[in-house]
Structures are given as structure tokens and as C-alpha cells.
């Protein structure tokens, strides 16, 4: 079987002493060796989250962490604000739709940051907005919000709450959820988190708390109450996903033993050298601000990025995404999150360059590029 070289927005390559604890022998979810990594995981996501509010890994996709964070908080009828700056701003639309919100959806350019002025304008002309929602890295534009600057507006109106959708931003870079009053944030294992898809990590702002405990809205599956209840005895509410909780103890301890201001300067390195080198190959950056967990470029006139996407599969087991809707056919998406050393990411560029040069043989590029990439990377 062919290795694969995965740098996708996710999944992403997994570290090998990820892959050990994926494949050791099962344990039970209630004995005290598995209420012991429960606690250590629990505990150490407040790192992550940078707050001294409970966390919780749930077993479900990110999108299940985006409905806990909905139905927790959100009430029949309650009107929202929603930005919608791509599919999964569009996604967390609909489903507040679903859940009976009054949904005013904030249409932004893809490629393009949403304006604090223009949110502040919404929320003054409507008082009654009760929840706003935001993707921190919108995964298929590869925008990076500002969600400080949102976070600071948002605060001052007492009624109303933050929530942010950091699947493809939480562990990747600094979101202090805490310090930008964030009141609500999701994150996902399959991308900063470095494992397979399967668990989705929430918390909520105390402010967050008053909204649920006063909530009529009905909830089971992802009633946050009841897992609190559950975590305060050292178990989940449901059975465990006992082989990602045990994977994801093995990858906060390696990020406890790093620090976060090196995990995160690690992956920022990833997408400057992504950023650097795909201009060097005549692609152009989609996003005006680009997030540090992955890069979206556009190809040259005249070439299907979904194609280029397979070729490099096919011929060499590189995994990178391309575009969805608008943007298919137009962008690639290139990961910078997981296990992926300098080699990989010298490899991965330099077979793009060879695709791109037997798909337009006209194409000049720099002679000294594989020196000029390890010289970035001093390999």
C-alpha cells in the first residue's frame, strides 16, 4: 500500500507515538486507568483553550460540537447573527435554522476577513441579536477572522454571546478564549489535534454558563450539563471513545513538553514556507488574511486544481485538497497542521512544481528551488 503524505485542512498525518496508542489493546472506560488519562485530558485542554472554565471531549465530528455549542445555548425564536464567509460559515447557518433561530446570515466575500465595522453596525440596528457565531479559519477559503477585535464588540452587550467555530484554528495558533471573551469555542481531533476524526473538544464562558442553566431548549445526546455531571465523577456521560481520549493524552503531552508558543511557531513556519515557495511557482494566496493551519492558492488560468489535486495522489500519495462550490476547479488547499517534517513539506512542493510544469511546459521556474527550500528550513 502506498504511503500517503497528508496535508490536507484534515484529516492529517499522525505522529507515530500516535499511531502506538491508537493501536494498543483495549481498555474499559470505568476503570481507574482510563478515569486517570480522562482527568489529564480534561485538565491539560484548558491549556489549549486558555481558560479556567471546564473543557469536554466529546465523541462526535466538529459539527457535533458546533450543534453542542447551538443547543446549549440557543433558545426557540432567539434571533442570530451569523457570518457566512464559506461552506462551513454557511453550514452553522443552517443549522441554526434547524434549531428554530431567527438567522440573519452576513454574507462575506470568499477570500475576504468580515469587517468589525459591519458587525457592529448589524448588532446596533438589531438589539435583539442573542448569539453570534464566527469561524475563527473559515477551512474552505483558509481566511483567518478577526476574533479578538469580535470578541472585544461582543462583550460589551450583555445578551449576547460569542460563539466561534476553531475546528481549524484551535491548536494550530493562540485563541485564547478567556482573555478575547469567547463564549463559546469548538475544536476538532482531526486537525490541530493530530488524530483521526472523532472527537470534538468544546467550553463555554461563565457568561455562557448563566445562558445555558436558563435554556428551555430540549437537548440529550449533547446536553453539556449532564457530560459536567459525568466529568466531575472522572467518566463521559455516553461511553467513551476510549482510543482517541487515549491518543489525545499522548498528543497534549508532547504539546505540554514543546510549549504552546513553540507548537504554534512550528506550524506558522509550515504556512510561511507554503506561502513563500507556492508564489515562487506562479500560485497566487486566495485568503487576504491567511490563517496559519492551511494555505489556499489559486491556480494559473487554464488548469483544474481538482485534477492537479489528483495527479499528485495518484503519481506520489500527496494529499491536498482543492475548492468547494465557488471556488472548485479555481484553489488547492494546502494543511499545515499534524506530523509533517521539513522533507515532507520540501517534498510536497516540489512534486506540485513538477505537476504544474507537465501540465503548462511553458512554465519557468527557479533553478535553485530545492536549495532555496532547504536553505528555509536549514536541511
Same mark, same amino acid.
Given at each position: 500500500?502506498?504511503?500517503?503524505?497528508?496535508?490536507?485542512?484534515?484529516?492529517?498525518?499522525?505522529?507515530?507515538?500516535?499511531?502506538?496508542?491508537?493501536?494498543?489493546?483495549?481498555?474499559?472506560?470505568?476503570?481507574?486507568?482510563?478515569?486517570?488519562?480522562?482527568?489529564?485530558?480534561?485538565?491539560?485542554?484548558?491549556?489549549?483553550?486558555?481558560?479556567?472554565?471546564?473543557?469536554?471531549?466529546?465523541?462526535?465530528?466538529?459539527?457535533?460540537?458546533?450543534?453542542?455549542?447551538?443547543?446549549?445555548?440557543?433558545?426557540?425564536?432567539?434571533?442570530?447573527?451569523?457570518?457566512?464567509?464559506?461552506?462551513?460559515?454557511?453550514?452553522?447557518?443552517?443549522?441554526?435554522?434547524?434549531?428554530?433561530?431567527?438567522?440573519?446570515?452576513?454574507?462575506?466575500?470568499?477570500?475576504?476577513?468580515?469587517?468589525?465595522?459591519?458587525?457592529?453596525?448589524?448588532?446596533?440596528?438589531?438589539?435583539?441579536?442573542?448569539?453570534?457565531?464566527?469561524?475563527?479559519?473559515?477551512?474552505?477559503?483558509?481566511?483567518?477572522?478577526?476574533?479578538?477585535?469580535?470578541? &472585544?464588540? @461582543?462583550?460589551? *452587550? %450583555?445578551?449576547?454571546?460569542? #460563539?466561534?467555530?476553531?475546528?481549524?484554528? /484551535?491548536?494550530?495558533? !493562540?485563541?485564547?478564549?478567556?482573555?478575547?471573551?469567547?463564549?463559546?469555542?469548538?475544536?476538532?481531533?482531526?486537525?490541530?489535534?493530530?488524530?483521526?476524526?472523532?472527537?470534538?473538544?468544546?467550553?463555554?464562558?461563565?457568561?455562557?454558563?448563566?445562558?445555558?442553566?436558563?435554556?428551555?431548549?430540549?437537548?440529550?445526546?449533547?446536553?453539556?450539563?449532564?457530560?459536567?455531571?459525568?466529568?466531575?465523577?472522572?467518566?463521559?456521560?455516553?461511553?467513551?471513545?476510549?482510543?482517541?481520549?487515549?491518543?489525545?493524552?499522548?498528543?497534549?503531552?508532547?504539546?505540554?513538553?514543546?510549549?504552546?508558543?513553540?507548537?504554534? &511557531?512550528? @506550524?506558522?513556519? *509550515? %504556512?510561511?514556507?507554503?506561502? #513563500?515557495?507556492?508564489?515562487?511557482?506562479? /500560485?497566487?494566496?486566495? !485568503?487576504?488574511?491567511?490563517?496559519?493551519?492551511?494555505?489556499?492558492?489559486?491556480?494559473?488560468?487554464?488548469?483544474?486544481?481538482?485534477?492537479?489535486?489528483?495527479?499528485?495522489?495518484?503519481?506520489?500519495?500527496?494529499?491536498?485538497?482543492?475548492?468547494?462550490?465557488?471556488?472548485?476547479?479555481?484553489?488547492?488547499?494546502?494543511?499545515?497542521?499534524?506530523?509533517?517534517?521539513?522533507?515532507?513539506?520540501?517534498?510536497?512542493?516540489?512534486?506540485?512544481?513538477?505537476?504544474?510544469?507537465?501540465?503548462?511546459?511553458?512554465?519557468?521556474?527557479?533553478?535553485?528551488?530545492?536549495?532555496?527550500?532547504?536553505?528555509?528550513?536549514?536541511?
Amino acid at each position: 500500500m502506498q504511503a500517503y503524505n497528508v496535508l490536507a485542512p484534515g484529516p492529517v498525518n499522525l505522529h507515530p507515538e500516535v499511531q502506538k496508542a491508537l493501536a494498543l489493546p483495549m481498555i474499559h472506560h470505568r476503570t481507574p486507568e482510563f478515569d486517570a488519562i480522562l482527568k489529564r485530558v480534561l485538565t491539560r485542554l484548558k491549556v489549549i483553550f486558555e481558560t479556567d472554565q471546564p473543557c469536554f471531549a466529546l465523541t462526535s465530528t466538529g459539527s457535533g460540537g458546533m450543534e453542542a455549542l447551538l443547543v446549549n445555548t440557543l433558545s426557540k425564536g432567539d434571533h442570530v447573527l451569523g457570518i457566512d464567509s464559506g461552506k462551513f460559515g454557511e453550514r452553522w447557518c443552517e443549522m441554526a435554522e434547524v434549531f428554530g433561530a431567527r438567522v440573519t446570515v452576513h454574507k462575506v466575500k470568499w477570500g475576504e476577513a468580515v469587517k468589525v465595522a459591519d458587525v457592529r453596525r448589524i448588532l446596533e440596528q438589531n438589539p435583539d441579536i442573542k448569539i453570534v457565531m464566527c469561524q475563527a479559519c473559515e477551512t474552505s477559503t483558509g481566511i483567518k477572522h478577526p476574533i479578538q477585535e469580535l470578541g &472585544a464588540l @461582543i462583550h460589551e *452587550r %450583555a445578551q449576547t454571546l460569542f #460563539l466561534v467555530d476553531g475546528i481549524t484554528a /484551535l491548536g494550530a495558533f !493562540a485563541l485564547p478564549m478567556d482573555e478575547w471573551h469567547i463564549d463559546g469555542l469548538v475544536g476538532g481531533s482531526q486537525k490541530a489535534f493530530m488524530l483521526p476524526t472523532g472527537l470534538a473538544m468544546i467550553s463555554f464562558s461563565k457568561k455562557a454558563w448563566k445562558a445555558i442553566e436558563n435554556n428551555p431548549q430540549p437537548r440529550f445526546y449533547f446536553d453539556i450539563r449532564k457530560e459536567q455531571k459525568a466529568n466531575a465523577k472522572g467518566e463521559t456521560f455516553f461511553s467513551s471513545n476510549v482510543t482517541l481520549l487515549r491518543a489525545l493524552d499522548v498528543v497534549l503531552e508532547m504539546i505540554m513538553a514543546k510549549g504552546l508558543p513553540a507548537h504554534f &511557531a512550528e @506550524i506558522r513556519k *509550515r %504556512a510561511e514556507f507554503t506561502r #513563500l515557495f507556492a508564489q515562487k511557482l506562479g /500560485l497566487k494566496l486566495y !485568503a487576504e488574511v491567511p490563517s496559519e493551519s492551511l494555505t489556499a492558492v489559486v491556480v494559473p488560468d487554464g488548469m483544474d486544481s481538482q485534477k492537479l489535486r489528483l495527479l499528485l495522489e495518484e503519481r506520489f500519495g500527496i494529499t491536498l485538497m482543492g475548492g468547494q462550490d465557488q471556488a472548485k476547479g479555481k484553489i488547492l488547499r494546502i494543511g499545515h497542521m499534524g506530523h509533517i517534517t521539513p522533507e515532507q513539506m520540501i517534498d510536497v512542493m516540489l512534486k506540485l512544481a513538477e505537476i504544474l510544469k507537465s501540465e503548462n511546459p511553458g512554465l519557468s521556474l527557479p533553478l535553485s528551488l530545492e536549495k532555496e527550500m532547504r536553505s528555509f528550513w536549514n536541511v
